[in-house]
Structure formats: structure tokens, C-alpha cells
């Protein structure tokens, strides 16, 4: 803290007597410490716009599915589009009802 305040003054006014501020930053530091960023912090290839991590090697890359009983055959792929088709069915089937009602309702 000491460091810092000797490269970034405080106003004295902002120190108080008997403030735990003041009695530390009265004493000199005794170490030399700099704040400046070291010249290896950004590395050339971050300059050169470069990939910093590997892309994902699959649409759907990461944690999969718990392993299925012995004798399924069924992809992830399929099953998403299995699930797609049922959640259309379910759609049109809801639609339907409405479209029934509304007629029900009307007459």
C-alpha cells in the first residue's frame, strides 16, 4: 500500500489523525515494489489475434449422456431427432385441440 500511495499520492486531507490510514502510510515502505505490467503478461501470439483455446471438436462437444443399457443402438443424434419429431406431433396435436374448440365454441 505503501508503494502504491508513493506513485499515487492521497491528499492530506483525506488522512485523518489517529486513522490506521495515516499510521501506515507515514512510514517509509520497506520493500520496492513496481506495478508496471511485465513485458511477458501478453504473449506475441495474443498481438497476432491467434487462438488462445482449442476449438470444440463436436456440435455438441462435452459431458455426454449416462451409458444405455446393452442392446440400444441409438445415437445422440438420433434421439434429438426422435425427441424433435415427438415435441412437433405434441405441437400440431395442441394446435388441433384448440382449432376444435374454438369451432365447438363458436357454434
Same mark, same amino acid.
Given at each position: 500500500?505503501?508503494?502504491?500511495?508513493?506513485? %499515487?499520492?492521497?491528499?492530506?486531507?483525506?488522512? /485523518? !489523525?489517529?486513522? &490506521? &490510514?495515516?499510521?501506515?502510510?507515514?512510514?517509509?515502505?520497506?520493500?520496492?515494489?513496481?506495478?508496471?505490467? %511485465?513485458?511477458?503478461?501478453?504473449?506475441?501470439?495474443? &498481438? /497476432?489475434?491467434?487462438?488462445?483455446? /482449442?476449438?470444440?471438436?463436436?456440435?455438441?462437444?462435452?459431458?455426454?449422456?449416462?451409458? &444405455?443399457?446393452?442392446?440400444? !443402438?441409438?445415437?445422440?443424434?438420433?434421439?434429438?431427432?426422435?425427441?424433435?419429431?415427438?415435441?412437433?406431433?405434441?405441437?400440431?396435436?395442441?394446435?388441433? !385441440?384448440?382449432?376444435?374448440?374454438?369451432?365447438?365454441?363458436?357454434?
Amino acid at each position: 500500500m505503501r508503494c502504491w500511495v508513493r506513485d %499515487h499520492p492521497v491528499s492530506e486531507s483525506r488522512l /485523518q !489523525d489517529g486513522s &490506521a &490510514a495515516k499510521a501506515i502510510l507515514s512510514k517509509p515502505p520497506e520493500l520496492d515494489v513496481r506495478f508496471d505490467p %511485465h513485458p511477458d503478461a501478453n504473449p506475441p501470439s495474443r &498481438a /497476432q489475434g491467434l487462438r488462445r483455446w /482449442q476449438m470444440n471438436p463436436d456440435r455438441d462437444w462435452g459431458p455426454r449422456p449416462r451409458a &444405455a443399457k446393452s442392446g440400444k !443402438d441409438e445415437s445422440v443424434e438420433d434421439r434429438r431427432v426422435k425427441g424433435a419429431k415427438r415435441a412437433d406431433e405434441l405441437r400440431a396435436k395442441r394446435k388441433a !385441440d384448440v382449432i376444435t374448440l374454438l369451432l365447438r365454441l363458436m357454434s
